[in-house]
């Protein structure tokens, strides 16, 4: 089935530095993937749509020039932490929609644990 | 808004036992899907079950089955001869057709106790 993989799987980083996360689809094209922030025994929210080759698009609340998001090919999108506070300390997860399965279904990355000192 | 409400913030069933948990959901649209996935304790999502708007059969994979009811906007998920493996955090999605963005309920935490 199709994958998608997330680097670094937990980053720790000091109050005031940038983090930046990788997902990468391995075996399909994705001209769309997803951010996801996950709090503790919470369920999963949208952060912004990554879309190959434009601009993200963000949810209402999110600040774009602290989660840079960067879909620079097909296989790859990168969000980006700026300037990282404790309040920033989540769980991240990213999803690729397969546009080339008849199924259009997203598939999760793993997921990355941010916490900041 | 749309939104998905799941109203079970935490279930156990007994090994091998059956079990079904809840979600409801609200919109206007009339073409949109709906998803059951299940996260771990790894935190991977893992797509349990899909189903589509416009059919009216129920969908089925392996152990588990939904409940569609579209009148009502339910969407239940029932998980036959429960193992352990399924202690997870189960979450209902919903996205219209129009969109590829999903909305997930609160979760339900389901644990299967041996």
């Known amino acids: 089935g199709a994958v998608v993989s997330q680097h670094p799987s937990w980053v720790i980083c000091k109050s005031g530095t940038s983090v930046k996360i990788e997902c990468r689809s391995l075996d399909f094209q994705a001209t769309t993937m997803f951010w996801y922030r996950q709090f503790p025994k919470q369920s999963l929210m949208l952060m912004a749509t990554s879309n190959e080759g434009s601009k993200a698009t963000y949810e209402q609340g999110v600040e774009k020039d602290k989660f840079l998001i960067n879909h620079a090919s097909l296989t790859l999108s990168t969000l980006t932490v700026t300037s990282a506070h404790p309040e920033d300390s989540s769980f991240y997860i990213c999803?690729?929609?397969?546009?080339?399965?008849?199924?259009?279904?997203?598939?999760f990355g793993p997921g990355t644990r941010l916490t900041v000192l | 808004a749309q939104t998905v409400t799941q109203s079970q913030p935490e279930m156990s069933v007994q090994e091998a036992e059956t079990v079904t948990l809840s979600c409801t959901y609200d919109t206007s649209e009339n073409n949109y899907y709906l998803f059951w996935y299940k996260q771990p304790p790894s935190r991977q999502m893992i797509l349990v079950i899909r189903q589509e708007a416009y059919k009216q059969q129920n969908a089925t994979e392996n152990r588990f089955s939904v409940n569609f009811q579209k009148a009502a906007k339910s969407f239940s998920l029932k998980i036959s001869d429960s193992q352990l493996g399924d202690t997870a955090m189960y979450f209902c999605?919903?996205?219209?057709?129009?969109?590829?963005?999903?909305?997930f309920g609160t979760g339900t935490r389901l644990k299967v106790l041996a």
């Open positions: 999605a919903f996205r219209t057709s129009g969109t590829y963005k999903y909305i």
């Open positions: 999803s690729a929609r397969d546009q080339g399965r008849q199924s259009d279904t997203q598939y």
